[in-house]
């Protein structure tokens, strides 16, 4: 029988060893978020059902478990911005296939280079780093948090790939690094030669687009009226083992999983986006688009618009409930110290780019921007502001 361990443990160099003996037993893992609170750690535990629990006081026993199937190797949640997380099964070929991919795009040479781990090992892309260097048999240091100096440090030791989030990038000094990989945006507007921002989901084990190109063996196909984004890859999850049926307000969780709904082997992401000269341009979730006075934008686009003014670090576009427009579009916005740069510059450049509709009915600029536990920006958070 094959098990599930859920694993409440600091983020260490130690996890390496516990995650390759726990795989040799033929049992999969499941990271718990050690930002979470202990009710939050119960509500993880309670929505995948593990076998094991290994924590600070050691290895426990629970009841109720569910045994995972032969192959699988990860448990690993959603963020659930939209909602209850679901929880996905990936199997050893899935999490080896996206592996092997990322590491022939950005051309690693396991003798040379070495992995910062520094994200949170409940998230794809934070476990990712960790489980390619694993398979690929590269060094990596795992980090309990993205601290500047230590990163900086360990890469005057010659590590020289890491994976961020883009709030970190300025913090840091990233021009000795070889690969320096952004998940979770879309294509930045400018961006240095060894940054590469990508694309890509949990249920597609993380990037499976970098700098707008797809990886190899990665399909990606656009629908023409709705221009949702489904994606084909071999790194695809095989299935949920946990969804939150909303009726029962319980988890309905299955060993065997419960299969995606593929077209052709496509998988349809709640992403829309477009090709331009053969690269994919991400508009933003489905339900992200606002409706303004009638017209209908996209806040992606404009954020890409003020992101490209000099002097200009974050930038959120959220729509706020208006009795006039329905909703009104505001901007909070975080510039360099030194920059000048106005809210009449800033609604002048929109205007010119985009439309006068497309202009925020308000900009703030702030000294930092909300964040979620893996370093997104928190846009319900943005929205209150303004109220």
Not at 140 to 149: F, G, H, Q, R, S
Request: with cysteine; proline share 4%; glycine share 6%.
């Amino acid at each position: 029988m094959n098990n599930l361990v859920a694993i409440d443990l600091p983020q260490t160099q130690d996890l390496l060893k516990l995650i390759a003996s726990i795989w040799d037993d033929g049992d999969a893992i499941y990271f718990i978020d050690q930002r979470f609170s202990d009710k939050l750690k119960q509500q993880a535990i309670d929505s995948v059902r593990p076998k094991y629990l290994i924590n600070l006081e050691g290895k426990c026993e629970l009841n109720n478990s569910i045994e995972v199937c032969h192959g699988d190797a990860l448990i690993i949640s959603t963020s659930g911005t939209t909602g209850k997380p679901k929880a996905l099964i990936h199997t050893f070929d899935s999490l080896k296939s996206h592996s092997r991919l990322v590491n022939e795009y950005l051309k690693i040479n396991s003798q040379k280079d070495k992995w910062i781990a520094c994200l949170p090992l409940n998230h794809i892309g934070g476990l990712g780093v960790v489980l390619r260097s694993m398979f690929e048999n590269f060094e990596v240091a795992i980090l309990e948090k993205p601290d500047p100096k230590r990163i900086n440090d360990l890469n005057r030791e010659g590590f020289n790939l890491i994976s961020l989030v883009i709030t970190i990038l300025s913090k840091i000094d990233i021009s000795h690094f070889k690969a320096v990989v952004l998940g979770g945006m879309a294509e930045p507007e400018k961006t240095q030669d060894n940054v590469f921002a990508t694309y890509g989901l949990t249920e597609t084990g993380g990037g499976v687009v970098y700098n707008g190109q797809t990886l190899n063996k990665v399909s990606i196909r656009i629908d023409k009226d709705s221009s949702l984004i489904s994606v084909k890859t071999p790194t695809l999850f095989r299935g949920y083992r946990s969804l939150f049926n909303e009726t029962l307000h319980v988890y309905e969780i299955s060993a065997q999983g419960i299969e995606p709904e593929l077209t052709d082997g496509y998988f349809q992401t709640s992403d829309c986006g477009f090709f331009d000269n053969d690269r994919l341009k991400i508009l933003g979730r489905t339900d992200d688009v606002i409706n303004t006075g009638g017209e209908k934008i996209w806040p992606g686009t404009i954020e890409s618009e003020i992101s490209a003014i000099e002097g200009i670090i974050e930038v959120a576009v959220v729509p706020v409930a208006d009795v006039k427009w329905g909703h009104k579009i505001v901007a909070a916005i975080t510039k360099q110290p030194q920059s000048k740069i106005t809210v009449t510059e800033i609604a002048n450049v929109i205007r010119d780019s985009l439309s006068d509709w497309a202009v925020p009915k308000e900009i703030k600029f702030v000294q930092e921007l909300p964040k979620t536990s893996i370093g997104k920006i928190d846009k319900q958070a943005v929205i209150e502001m303004f109220k």
